[in-house]
């Protein structure tokens, strides 16, 4: 479980590469010097600080080079699951309304799972060329898909500030004219300022317009759409409205999160008021609508809830409906069996056919949520990126009920700081920095705890010990193998 105490600027970067501007918390890149830029350029110099063409963006934000094919959340979890105190691969199947199964969930929650992870740390291996640990490469992993996901919002919002410049005026777009046989034209031309008028116009990072996502029907049907390719703006136009001493940041977001959120993740998210994250759709402390007292009045919440889950999740399909937040799922009918396929968007317009009550249900006993517009349309396995879900609701802006924050692990008994603990452990064997013997490493800890997290239960070096002592074990001989 993820805490939204442990909001950070950012996690560290796996694999020691410098990131530059704002989405990477460093100093702002080179000024470009060259006449023109191309889009991906200005989008990238805009978000990220520094300005990338397409291939340089694209190679910092896929993860193929660094950790190879078929990468997703599900990998994370199938690492997590390996590396933790009882090593263990789960086998998730697919199951069709007539109860047949039809396969699994993904490859790594099928009987070839450990197969997977032992493919997916020979790549990493050979990309480091060092030994690596399953521990070492889910917190990694996890780190650079947040990173990628981090860039890619950072580049949405440059796209966003670069098209409201251009529908003001106050820059010019470049580009070759297709023809009607699809050839580009010799000569850029300028783009014009009633081609910016239309809210669906937009530009790829590839350098072509294109229509927005969720654009209407009938804007897709238009055919006489005038379309440019090799999109570029006059450098010395983008730095008078960007210049180089220009920053801004990202939201902050929970440097162990997935990359994408599911529906009940950002349901509790938005419940919890930004302080928890589940790692599953499962919770066993989800008060999902209010209890009653034997009086028939509402008993209060338990913390860290600050509203229901049933009013949090009228307060994301709000959202969504007015177009603040984007859903990612896959398009299918309600049976018989679970679709498979590449996530979309769920139009903005369809979240108003919602049923309040009976339209996000879940099909068992696969335990997959999809949403019910009709009979004859439902979207499966909706998610949502990670940063979109923290810029909306971040925790500074979501009141809590009492003024001080409580550390707790979700288990009943008294408050305990032994889950903070052993994650600054883990961060501190993976950079090296574990003490060599056990009680150094309890006072170190302790010490750390005392200044770090002076609010939550302290612990005396003797009981330190005893807290991280089956950890510091597994985190030396981790060390001791990698050398």
């Known amino acids: 479980m993820i805490r939204g105490n442990d909001i950070a600027g950012g996690a560290s970067a796996s694999d020691g590469s410098e990131r530059g501007g704002p989405s990477g918390r460093g100093p702002r890149g080179p000024t470009p010097r060259t006449p023109f830029m191309t889009a991906c350029e200005v ?42 105190e009882a090593p263990s691969c789960t086998v998730v199947r697919v199951i069709e ?63 966003l500030a670069m098209l409201a410049e251009l529908q003001r005026g106050s820059l010019i777009a470049l580009g070759r004219l297709e023809t009607a046989d699809g050839k580009a034209a010799a000569v850029p031309t300028a783009i ?14 590839q350098g072509r317009t294109t229509l927005a996502p969720g654009a209407p029907f009938g804007e897709l049907l238009a055919s006489d759409r005038p379309r440019w390719r090799e999109v570029q703006f006059a450098t010395k136009e983008v730095l008078a409205i960007w210049p180089p001493g220009m920053t801004s940041t990202a939201p902050p977001v929970p440097i162990d999160a997935p990359s994408h959120l599911s529906w009940f993740q950002a349901v509790t998210w938005i419940a919890t008021g930004g302080d928890v994250i589940p790692h599953h759709d499962t919770h066993p402390d989800l008060i999902w609508q209010r209890p009653i007292t034997r009086d028939g009045e509402a008993a209060p919440l338990p913390p860290p809830y600050i509203m229901t889950p049933d009013d949090a999740q009228k307060v994301l399909v709000r959202s969504l409906a007015l177009g603040e937040l984007e859903c990612l799922a896959i398009e299918g009918p309600e049976r018989p069996a679970i679709p498979e396929g590449p996530s979309e968007i769920v139009p903005a317009h369809r979240w108003p056919f919602l049923h309040p009550d009976r339209g996000v249900r879940t099909s068992h006993p696969e335990g997959v949520t999809y949403l019910w517009f009709s009979a004859t349309c439902c979207y499966w396995r ?13 925790p500074a802006r979501t009141p809590h009920t009492d003024a001080k924050h409580v550390y707790r692990t979700g288990a009943p008994g008294r408050p305990t700081s032994g889950a903070l603990v052993l994650a600054e452990l883990r961060r501190r064997g993976e950079q090296g920095q574990v003490e ?16 770090t997290h002076s609010e939550a239960a302290q612990l005396r070096p003797r009981a330190m010990e005893n807290t991280i002592r089956n950890e510091y074990r597994r985190v030396r001989s981790g060390r001791d193998a990698i050398k």
């Open 192 to 205: 014009p300022l009633t081609f910016w008028a239309n809210r669906w116009h937009t530009i790829a990072p």
């Open 382 to 394: 909706p998610k949502f990126r990670s940063v979109d879900v923290v810029k909306l609701w971040l």
């Open 43 to 84: 989008m990238t110099w805009i978000g990220l600080g520094q300005a990338l063409d397409f291939s340089e963006y694209d190679r910092r934000v896929d993860l193929l080079e660094r950790w190879g094919p078929g990468i997703d959340d599900d990998a994370v979890l199938a690492l997590d699951a390996r590396a933790g």
């Open 97 to 159: 309304g007539s109860g047949e199964a039809i396969g699994y969930r993904s490859r790594y929650f099928s009987p070839s799972g450990p197969k997977a992870l032992r493919h997916l740390r020979a790549w990493r291996r050979r990309y480091l060329g060092r030994l690596v640990t399953y521990r070492e490469m889910a917190v990694a992993l996890r780190s650079d898909m947040l990173r990628a996901a981090e860039d890619e919002r950072a580049v949405e919002a440059g796209r």
């Open 436 to 451: 060599p013997t056990l009680a150094a490493e309890a006072r170190a800890l302790s010490a750390w705890l005392q200044s």
